[in-house]
């Protein structure tokens, strides 16, 4: 199998023999274009809050030089750090202020891990381990601690954390991590906020919940495995934006399924 490094960790090669928190999500998300990506060179560009929390990581894992040569365009024209990083400065800013967030993230920096888990062989990068105080931390940049985003298959709100998966994560890495080490680690979530000024919070979780999204995964993950590995047709969402730029229309529709946009 390919020997996985900083280089080549997020390589097309990789997401191939290897499965990923990420990659698995975008199979639950849309398996057509989770399928585009790994094996048709689908790519989409990265969205600009990807790129705001790249740059808090780059900053913290001593990167940042490197990470503003790669990425130009968060900088405006006369030089300057565009509006979007000088609110990332302040959120780092947040951060190494506090005594127990720089606690937090005393460890191993952006520690690649491999394992064997349901079956498949998975990568993991945490962005802090910590085997000797046996936890890992993982740091997330959004809206607000309350932040709230729309289920639109659920037809409800939900909060950040579970609308984008990062328990499901948590419970994966901790599963990994004791896979890898045999020791059970906490895992625990930096969350720093883009307000002005910015908020924070270090977020632990249940064994219940973590056992109930573990057990999630094992549910799913023959369905994703045989979709990537080409034993079944990958489903489309039909609402993202892959599906929308492939979309064939067949038929006409009754205006009420319009509902379903909403
Ligand atoms: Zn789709």
């Known amino acids: 199998m390919l020997q996985l490094t900083a280089e080549n960790y997020y390589s097309l090669e990789?997401?191939?023999?290897?499965?990923?928190?990420?990659?698995?999500?975008?199979f639950r998300d849309c398996e057509a274009r989770?399928?585009?990506?790994?094996?048709?060179?689908?790519?989409?560009?990265?969205?600009?809050?990807l790129l705001v929390g790249g740059y808090i990581h780059a900053y913290f894992d001593g990167t940042l030089k490197n990470f503003m040569v790669e990425h130009p365009e968060i900088f405006r024209k006369d030089g300057n750090l565009k509006a979007e990083y000088k609110v990332a400065d302040k959120m780092i800013d947040t951060i190494l202020?506090?005594?127990?967030?720089?606690?937090?993230?005393?460890?191993?920096?952006?520690?690649?891990?491999?394992?064997?888990?349901?079956?498949?062989?998975?990568?993991?990068?945490?962005?802090?381990?910590?085997?000797?105080?046996?936890?890992?931390?993982?740091?997330?940049?959004i809206s607000e601690l309350g932040e709230k985003v729309w289920n639109n298959e659920k037809r409800y709100y939900e909060l950040w954390l579970e609308a984008y998966g990062y328990i499901g994560q948590m419970a994966l890495y901790q599963k990994g991590v004791q896979i890898a080490y045999n020791i059970l680690v906490e895992p625990i979530i930096l969350a720093v906020t883009k307000q002005d000024p910015p908020n924070k919070a270090l977020i632990y979780f249940d064994d219940d919940r973590l056992n109930w999204e573990l057990s999630q995964i094992i549910f799913h993950l023959p369905r994703v495995l045989a979709v990537k590995n080409g034993q079944e047709k990958p489903r489309r969402c039909e609402m993202c934006?892959?599906?929308?730029?492939?979309?064939?229309?067949?038929?006409?529709m009754h205006y009420s399924e319009l509902y379903q946009y909403m």
Do not use: H
């Open 34 to 49: 989770a399928m585009a990506k790994v094996w048709g060179g689908w790519e989409e560009p990265p969205s600009q809050a």
């Open 241 to 252: 934006k892959y599906c929308r730029e492939t979309k064939k229309l067949r038929e006409v």
């Open 97 to 141: 202020k506090d005594e127990m967030c720089m606690a937090a993230l005393e460890g191993e920096k952006e520690k690649i891990i491999v394992f064997e888990f349901g079956g498949c062989m998975w990568k993991m990068k945490t962005d802090v381990l910590n085997l000797e105080k046996r936890r890992i931390v993982d740091m997330k940049n």
């Open 14 to 26: 990789a997401d191939q023999e290897y499965m990923s928190y990420s990659q698995y999500k975008e």
